[in-house]
């Protein structure tokens, strides 16, 4: 059973920074492309990141490149989100989600999501 | 960038009635390779994580039932609940992924 678990958020002031975690489980984490998406607590749903299984090719949204980071170390099983010089309006629930196979951005697989919240 | 809309922002249905949702691209999403419009459509309920119920437009997640239907091509595209039931109030997405991914705001479905 594929399971994803997130970890890392919290309350940050403007400016600062926070890395979140998301470990993986039930499937051969270094042959998939992993993904973070955010949704603003009563709102839609953002593509942040997403990082190839193999090669590490890094993609990023408009929005957040240049200040987040994405990783993963295969060998831990493990995808991260360095954030650094956070926003106001980064405040949102991350989900790390799983592609269904390739390099394809559909998500069957989710976490539960880490809450990050920005503010002074 | 590819803009995803879609209509109504709401709707409410009579159980057992039909809820129909539009999703349109801002440009053509037709993946040339596979013949096929790089569309999915998400379902999302109050404290869980997005649901992923159709791929590639049309292409039902395994478990989901078969009143979802997806269909449309291109730019414009259909999420058809044929008889809607309790379960089904929720939020519903469809995303592109043609190019870097990119989600419509939202259609929010209720019982009339």
């Known amino acids: 059973e594929v399971q994803l678990l997130e970890s890392g958020g919290g309350l940050v002031q403007p400016g600062g920074s926070l890395r979140l975690s998301c470990g993986a489980s039930?499937?051969?984490?270094?042959?998939?492309?992993m993904a973070w998406v955010r949704q603003v607590p009563g709102k839609g749903l953002e593509w942040v990141s997403s990082?190839?299984?193999?090669?590490?090719?890094?993609y990023y949204a408009g929005s957040v490149k240049g200040r987040f980071i994405v990783s993963r170390d295969n060998s831990k099983n493990t995808l991260y989100l360095q954030m650094n010089s956070l926003r106001v309006e980064d405040t949102a629930l991350y989900y790390c989600?799983?592609?269904?196979?390739?390099?394809?951005?559909?998500?069957?697989?989710w976490g539960q999501g880490t809450l990050v919240t920005v503010s002074s | 960038d590819i803009v995803m809309t879609q209509s109504p922002d709401s709707l409410a249905v009579s159980l057992g009635e039909r809820a129909t949702i539009n999703c349109k691209s801002s440009q053509s999403i037709f993946h040339s390779p596979s013949s096929k419009s790089a569309l999915n459509w998400y379902q999302l309920k109050p404290g869980q994580p997005p649901k992923l119920l159709l791929y590639w437009a049309s292409t039902r997640e395994s478990g989901v039932p078969d009143r979802f239907t997806g269909t449309g091509s291109g730019t414009d595209f259909t999420l058809t609940i044929s008889s809607l039931q309790a379960e089904d109030v929720a939020v519903y997405f469809c995303q592109q992924f043609y190019t870097t991914p990119s989600f419509g705001p939202g259609t929010k479905v209720d019982v009339k």
């Open positions: 989600a799983r592609s269904l196979s390739g390099e394809y951005s559909l998500w069957p697989y």
């Open positions: 039930g499937f051969t984490f270094s042959e998939y492309t």
């Open positions: 990082i190839h299984g193999g090669d590490g090719v890094t």
